[in-house]
């Protein structure tokens, strides 16, 4: 089963890129590194990461992202979030900036950064491409320089000091307006349905109670998609024949059935793990969908 890419999965696919000094879990308080963008690939997958990522992009390209592509022609800032797949496509062989790459414990524990997943930055469903005016991309790029160096420097209180100079990108980024003139498919309703799909299988497996489905609704992908409610089921029904409702039901069903058979949680975190408020709701949905209470079928 395909699965969001970690931050391991990051420096496995591009060893030059693996850190020497740099621990994937510092202390506790997760996981950044800041690279150059001389070296980027041609084309990333088009993929779900576990981490966020902030890229100034220099060079041309387009970047695929939901239902629809953007041309770059000009320095973008670019936002992804941990839940919306995006990839990239070079156009151009001259590809310079920086992109820099931080976990949710990295976020967390920050308190100026603990609502970034709220900003209108990493928000689900907002436009997550800035185009920079020439003072900004110079502020920009000294930014990044700062933090590369500071990656580098032995001061104990360096990822304090990256926090805070990626708080001033994310605020140069909000003086701006996000890019508004983005691209759809020709064949919108089978890309659509393709995502949602895509999108559907990456929740799961849920392989610890601490862990929370994200998505729940058909209004949750849509929202992660970045596209009208009435546009993903009406794609999905359409091509698929079954209903949004009716695919996120069956996965839902799909992982309660494995969770139920093959761990030893209790039903009350499988109910919390599956995004149910309360295990009584989750019995109620369970033997709707089954004819079986999660107990008989365990």
């Known amino acids: 089963m395909k699965q969001a890419e970690s931050v391991s999965d990051f420096y496995k696919r591009l060893p030059s890129h693996a850190p020497a000094s740099v621990p994937l879990n510092n202390a506790g308080i997760g996981h950044i590194n800041i690279f150059s963008r001389d070296s980027c690939a041609v084309v990333s997958p088009y993929s779900r990461r576990d981490f966020y990522k902030v890229s100034l992009i220099i060079g041309k390209g387009k970047i695929y992202y939901a239902d629809k592509w953007i041309q770059i022609d000009q320095p973008a800032l670019l936002f992804s979030n941990p839940v919306v797949p995006y990839s990239w496509e070079a156009e151009s062989e001259q590809q310079s900036g920086w992109y820099c790459l931080f976990t949710e414990d990295f976020i967390q524990h920050s308190e100026r950064l603990g609502s970034l997943q709220d900003s209108p930055l990493f928000k689900i469903g907002c436009n997550p491409i800035f185009f920079p005016d020439a003072i900004q991309l110079k502020e920009l790029s000294s930014l990044y320089r700062k ?151 365990r």
């Open 147 to 297: 933090m590369q160096a500071e990656m580098l420097s032995t001061y104990p209180h360096k990822y304090d000091v990256l926090r805070s100079y990626l708080h001033l990108i994310i605020h140069e980024a909000m003086k701006n307006n996000p890019a508004t003139h983005f691209n759809s498919y020709t064949n919108a309703s089978s890309r659509v349905c393709s995502l949602f799909l895509e999108l559907l299988e990456r929740q799961f497996p849920i392989d610890s109670p601490a862990l929370v489905l994200k998505l729940k609704t058909p209004a949750d992908y849509a929202a992660a998609l970045s596209i009208h409610i009435n546009h993903l089921n009406r794609a999905v029904k359409q091509v698929s024949g079954k209903t949004t409702t009716e695919h996120v039901t069956a996965r839902i069903i799909k992982e309660a059935k494995a969770l139920l058979q093959h761990t030893n949680w209790n039903i009350a975190d499988i109910a919390y793990s599956l995004g149910f408020e309360y295990p009584s709701y989750f019995t109620l949905y369970f033997k709707k969908h089954t004819g079986l209470t999660p107990s008989q079928l």
